[in-house]
């Protein structure tokens, strides 16, 4: 591996953190531009390396509670946030098969946050 994607993966590694805090804040606006940053950045396959896979299900777990939870019960709210939440959810589907650990497929298909997901969206 070069130095490059390893300083990618570092890089990475500084910002699963702050996306969390973000898709947790009770900002709808916070919640929909972090959202759409990581909606863009799980477009392309270069995400699913395996040492984010589990972060990435972690931020999934956090949108999805931080949207139901804050955001789905309020009108305003739930209408502003629900593009970027179908769209995020969209991102990564296609990518869904990358997830090749039992513990994470379980998680991306029985999980009550991810199945919600798959569910809302097809």
Known sequence: MSSRPQTAVA???????????RL??????????TANKLKNWL???????PD?????????EIAHQTFTTRFLHIELSAVAAMDIYQAL????????????????QYTCWFSPSIRLFVNFVT
């Not at 900002?27 to 929909?32: A, F, Q, R, T």
């Open 11 to 21: 890089d990475n590694a500084k910002i699963f953190p702050v996306f969390a805090t």
């Open 24 to 33: 947790a804040s009770k900002d709808v606006n916070e919640y929909i531009n």
């Open 43 to 49: 477009g392309s396959e270069k995400a699913y390396y």
């Open 52 to 60: 984010a896979l589990r972060n990435i299900v972690l931020l999934f």
């Open 89 to 104: 959810i969209h991102a990564v589907i296609p990518f869904l098969p990358l997830f090749t650990e039992e513990d994470l």
